[in-house]
C-alpha cells in the first residue's frame, strides 16, 4: 500500500480540503482521511492541489499535427476539413503510432488520465483495409498504453460523404462501405483494464438514419459508450432538415440513440427541442471550446442543456490546445460573452465535467472521483508558478479552473503508477517525440 499526503485536495465538493490523507492499493484508492495537519513517516508528500484524473472525452489525436499551420488567411470549418483530409491521407499504422503516443503523452503531462479517441481512420488508401482490420485502432490503443494513459476507442461508424453522396477521396479510408461490415470489424475488438471499446455515428451527414439505428443497436447491446458529433455547424442542421425533415438530434433520438450511454460532442446548434430530448435523456454534451474557437464553430448553450438535465465533458477535439484548465472556463467563459452574464458555471460543477463527468461518458463510471474503491488517479497542481502564486486554500478550487494551465501539473498518477513526476513524464520525451512525430506525418 502508498499513501499519499496532499496539502490540499478537491473531493468533488465546493472547496479543497486541507491535509488529505489518500491510500492506494492495487490501482485503487483504499482510504481517504481529511485533517491531517502534515504528512506521517512513509507517505509522499504532494504539495499543491490533487485532484482527480482528467478526461479528455473527445479526442482526434491525429490533428495534432495541425497545430499551429491552418491559421493563415480566410476561411470556414470546410477549408480546415480540407487541410484536416491531406493530412490524414499522410497517417499509417507506424506514423499514426508515434504521433498518437506522443500526443497522449502531451495529455498526461497536463493531467489526463484518460482519451477519449474519437477514431474514424481505419483504412488504408483509397480505403483498402490493412491485413489486419483494426491496425489503426490497434495502433492507437498502444499509443495509449506506451503514454501511461487509459483509452476509451470510440470507433467510428463513417458511410457517406454526405446526405446521400458516396465518400469520396480521403473519406474512402473511414468508410467501412456498410453498417454490417463496421458491426464484424469492431467486434474484433476488445477490452482491458485499460481499455474500452465504444461506438460512434460519426455524424448524421455520414450515417444514414437506418445505419445510426444499427450502431446505436449493438452499443445498446454491449452496453457501450455511443458518441456523435452533433450540430457543430448550421449547414449541417440545415442539410438534414432538408433530407429528413429533422434535426441531427431528433434524427439521433428516433434511431434510438439517445436510450443508452449518449453524448453529444459540440451541441452548438441546439433548438428547444433538442435541448429537451438531450436533457430528458440524461444525455452528455462534450464541449470542446478551444476547437470550437478555432474551427468558428459558435458558442453552445449549455447553461440550458445543464438545466433540462444533460451532463457535460470536456475534449480537447482537434489539439489546437492541450489543456483540460483551458476547456473548462472557456465554458463558462464562452456564454459570459454570448449572454453577458457571469457565473452561468460554477467552478467545481466545471471540474467535475473536466474529471467524472468526462470518465462516465467514456465508460469508466470507476473514475475521476477521489474516494475509496475507485482508480487511483491523482492529478497534483502546483501553487507555485505565478499564474497560482499567492492562491487560497478556501478558494482553490476557482484558481484552478480560471487561472491555472497545463504546466502547472507537477505529478500524475493513473491507476496507482507513477506517469508524471516533476512536470516531466518518467518515460517519453514528450517533446522531441512531438517534433519527430509531427515533421514524419508532414514529410
Ligand atoms: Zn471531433
Redesign the pocket.
Known sequence: MTAYWCELAWLGGERAEAGVLIDVEDGLIVGVTGGAPAPPAGAVRLDGVTIPGLANA?S?AFQRALRGRTQQGAGSFWTWREQMYRLADRLDPESYLALARATYAEMALAGITCAGE?HYVHHGPGGTPYQDPNEMGRALIAAAHEAGVRITLIDACYLHGGIGEPPGGTQERFSDGSVERWVERVEGLRDDDSVRIGAAVHSMRAVDPESAAAVAGWAGQGGRPLHA?VSEQLVENEACVEAYGRTPTVLLADAGGLEGSFTA?HATHLDDADVRLLGDAGACCCVCPTTERDLADGIGAMRRLVDAGASLSLGS?SHAVIDPFEEARAVELDERLASAERGRHGAAELLRAATEGGHACLGWSDAGRIEPAARADLVTVSLDSVRLAGTAPETAVESLVFAATAPDVRSVIVDGREVVSEGRHVSIDVTRELHQAVLRVLA
Open positions: 473527445h482526434h474519437f458529433h460532442v477535439d
